[in-house]
């Protein structure tokens, strides 16, 4: 039990407002949605904006297959069923990233609209930045790069229902952002991700 | 597309590393869990702390019924399966806060020690730091607060399974921090709760 009390406790009744917040974390925040065909470029993007945004000081973090599949959805498989809960739980916990404050980059194929626009809908609803990013690449550019194989797999028929084969992947109608992959280079995206978080605000 | 490439633009492969995201969140972070009966004091503590930290501008996030229950574990019910699963989600998305190095307060009533454990073990695995913080007050006293009349109406038998009347709460055997809300206020509680996240470190 404290036998001092601290003198510099003040509390109000209610939650933190969002000015409070911001003005802790010096930043407004929200989510960074990439999305696009497998090797594409997304989590390349992400992995080195992340490091970019961490360096400025702003509170940023990254979510992907690798920590989402092997924790918070390591109970989903690849049924139709299982992967709109994929992207809807992972929508939520973006949402909660974002409610925090902290710049959010998510980095999934997300190949359906009627999910993606979900996950809009939710940050909408509470107010919170959501930026769509289309990582666009050419389907014969992404095959050529192949870096895991995949691609290799699902027209040898070892891989089903994958994206750009032979399940389909609904390119965004109005995304906040492009980033063609195939005729820049990752600084290149990089930069020009970093231009439409700050022109949308997520780090001031 | 980028026409200039921004200067200040390096990166390295891989991910960011624990060291360059303390320094950009200018502390370790981690996981506070409060676990304790219904009208414990739990949330109260968490909401009071959360304003604390924040105003101090230590990155902070609180998670509790209703920022989850209503978005990412809103597709579960009250089975003891469900139950299960929504401390797990829970923990997972914990875990990632604190790897985000942001200063992560749960608030649940989280009744079973396995459940708990569960959540504490994802974390160490992690190297992520995890308080358990125990909310002690006697049932009686609980009871006696009923701010949502829900201990009335379970004696009265309208709701099943609730802990502390026809549902155990199992104890913590070994919390990081006890806090006792029976004889002490609320400024003393949340002072108690200030100096165990300080002492381990989790704000620096």
Same mark, same amino acid.
């Given at each position: 039990m404290a036998q001092q009390v601290a003198t510099n406790i003040t509390f109000h009744d209610g939650n933190v407002t969002r000015d409070e917040r911001k003005a802790c974390m010096k930043q407004t925040g929200g989510t960074v949605w990439f999305t696009?065909?497998?090797?594409?470029?997304?989590?390349?993007?992400?992995?080195?904006?992340?490091?970019?945004?961490?360096?400025?000081? !702003?509170?940023?973090?990254r979510l992907?297959?690798?920590?989402?599949?092997?924790?918070? !959805?390591?109970?989903?498989?690849?049924?139709?069923?299982?992967?709109?809960?994929?992207?809807?739980?992972?929508?939520e916990v973006c949402k909660l990233f974002a409610d925090a404050g902290v710049v959010t980059l998510a980095s999934f194929i997300s190949p359906y609209k009627a999910d993606r626009d979900a996950v809009r809908a939710l940050h909408e609803e509470a107010g919170l930045p959501f930026i769509e990013c289309y990582v666009e690449v050419d389907l014969a550019i992404a095959e050529e790069r192949d870096p895991k194989g995949l691609y290799k797999k699902a027209r040898a028929g070892e891989i089903k229902g994958f994206t750009g084969i032979d399940d389909p992947y609904e390119a965004p109608e109005q995304p906040e952002l492009v980033i063609n992959t195939g005729n820049?280079?990752?600084?290149?995206?990089?930069?020009a991700a970093l231009e439409g978080i700050n022109s949308a605000g997520l780090c001031s």
């Amino acid at each position: 039990m404290a036998q001092q009390v601290a003198t510099n406790i003040t509390f109000h009744d209610g939650n933190v407002t969002r000015d409070e917040r911001k003005a802790c974390m010096k930043q407004t925040g929200g989510t960074v949605w990439f999305t696009g065909l497998s090797a594409s470029g997304k989590s390349t993007i992400a992995v080195a904006l992340e490091q970019v945004l961490c360096q400025q000081g !702003n509170p940023v973090y990254r979510l992907d297959g690798d920590n989402i599949r092997f924790g918070l !959805n390591k109970n989903l498989g690849f049924s139709a069923e299982d992967r709109a809960e994929n992207i809807r739980r992972i929508g939520e916990v973006c949402k909660l990233f974002a409610d925090a404050g902290v710049v959010t980059l998510a980095s999934f194929i997300s190949p359906y609209k009627a999910d993606r626009d979900a996950v809009r809908a939710l940050h909408e609803e509470a107010g919170l930045p959501f930026i769509e990013c289309y990582v666009e690449v050419d389907l014969a550019i992404a095959e050529e790069r192949d870096p895991k194989g995949l691609y290799k797999k699902a027209r040898a028929g070892e891989i089903k229902g994958f994206t750009g084969i032979d399940d389909p992947y609904e390119a965004p109608e109005q995304p906040e952002l492009v980033i063609n992959t195939g005729n820049q280079t990752l600084e290149q995206s990089v930069a020009a991700a970093l231009e439409g978080i700050n022109s949308a605000g997520l780090c001031s």
